[in-house]
Each structure stands twice: as C-alpha cells, then as structure tokens.
C-alpha cells in the first residue's frame, strides 16, 4: 500500500526547490514563512482556502467547525490548512513549472520540507514556542524538553544546515552530497526519538 503523503512536504519541497534554483520566490514569500514556522491562520487568511468540517474534543469541550487559531501548531492546524495548502502548490506549480534538481531529489525535497515544520510541532508540544524563535534555538531546547543528548542536538543541527544553505545559498566549498548525509542522520535521530509526523 502506496503511503500517503502530506501536503505540507509537498508544497515546503517544490518550494525549496524554487529557491535553490535561484528562481524568484518573493512573490509567495509571506505564504511560505507562515506555513514554515506554523502560522495556520496567516496562511489561510493569505491564500483564502476552504477549511474542511471538523470536530474537536478538548478537555471535555467538544469545538464544531473551530476557527484556526495562533495555537493550533499541530495536526489540526495541517488539517485546517490542507486546501490552503494544495490551492497554493497549484499556484505555485502554474508560475514556476516542473524542472529537475541533479543533486537533490524530489523525495528528499519533501523530507527536507516536513523536517523544520514537525520539529516546531514537537517543540511545541512541550513547550509553547513563538513565532519569532530561530528554528537553531528550538533544536538546542529539545534537550530538555526530550531528554536529549548533546551528540544528537549536534546531529539535528548539522542536518539543519542543509535546509539553511537551500534557503540562503551555497557556500564556498560547501558539498551537497556530505549535506545530504548530514541530513539523513539527523532524519535517523528523528525517527529514533519519534519526532514524526503521524496520520
């Protein structure tokens, strides 16, 4: 059975992809920070989607059809923006097109585009954190939070640095291939600490 795959990796990948390609990306610069730090409803305000019909049960309290709040960086915040979120990718496909990457492909493009948005759900579940927090200082409270090593923060933010050089470009010497494998063992740390997404 073919896994499904979220939305949110799928529009954070393509992008990625855009912007290490050198292509223009500000058009859509305040759609792609809010969705990357979290910001549900900035991002549906932006795009102005549909928000599926649902119902919570929070401590006793049963919510129909909430509306998105600053809060909700969590799976209901993904699942309130998922029609955003497709309407946007669309948006974006029809601007930039479909091209090729030779160093980095587009399944990890959508691993590199879940892995800052499912650390900052984690933090946060824990601990609340705001908008303006450095993604390098959520990572380094993650060893309180869970319990961490100092080896395996170092890990995260060595796989870090490969979203950083996507977002702001190559630096001299600097190898996509020993990036990718710095990503991949922080992708195993992730995954060791059950720092994933889940359906």
């Not at 649902?54 to 699942?79: A, C, Q, R, S």
């Not at 650390?119 to 303006?132: G, L, M, P, S, V």
Request: glycine share 6%; with cysteine.
């Amino acid at each position: 059975m073919k896994e499904e795959k979220y939305i949110i990796g799928i529009v954070l990948g393509y992008v990625l992809k855009i912007m290490k390609s050198s292509k223009k990306e500000t058009k859509f610069n305040r759609e792609f920070a809010s969705i990357r730090h979290g910001n549900y409803p900035k991002f549906i305000n932006l795009v102005n989607g549909n928000i599926p019909e649902m119902v919570l049960y929070n401590h006793g309290e049963i919510e129909v059809n909430p509306k998105p709040k600053t809060e909700n960086i969590d799976f209901v915040g993904l699942f309130m923006a998922g029609p955003s979120m497709k309407y946007f990718y669309e948006k974006c496909v029809s601007e930039y097109g479909v091209f090729i990457d030779n160093e980095i492909s587009n399944e990890l493009y959508y691993q590199i585009g879940l892995f800052e948005i499912t650390i900052r759900i984690h933090a946060n579940n824990h601990k609340k954190i705001e908008e303006n927090h450095t993604f390098e200082r959520i990572i380094n409270d993650l060893r309180q939070s869970l319990s961490l090593s100092a080896n395996k923060i170092d890990t995260l933010q060595k796989g870090r640095k490969l979203l950083n050089v996507i977002k702001h470009g190559m630096k001299k010497n600097y190898s996509w291939s020993e990036g990718i494998t710095d990503f991949k063992k922080a992708q195993n740390v992730m995954n060791e600490r059950q720092i994933v997404l889940e359906y």
